[in-house]
């Protein structure tokens, strides 16, 4: 919470990365993460600045599902795009 004191600063985030996936529903992929945050409080009783500096490769898995649509009362709708 601030309680109506200055708060000044910059966050800068970005993410570069390529999935691939071999099934319909699982993948894998690789990214780079790049993160930083400075905060400058403007008050008196408080003399430090907050500085986080986070980046590095990351591995991971990557599960993906999608609802089909309902059949309407024609009984289509359901199964376009594969879905059935």
Known sequence: MNNGK?????????????????????????????????????????????????DGPSLLVRLRFRACPTPDASGTGAGQDGCR
Do not use: T
């Open 6 to 54: 200055s708060l000044s600063g910059h966050i800068v985030h970005a993410v570069l990365g390529a999935e691939w996936f071999p099934r319909q529903n699982v993948g894998v992929g690789a990214e780079y993460f790049f993160s930083r945050s400075v905060l400058h409080p403007q008050k008196q009783a408080c003399s430090g600045d907050l500085d986080i500096k986070l």
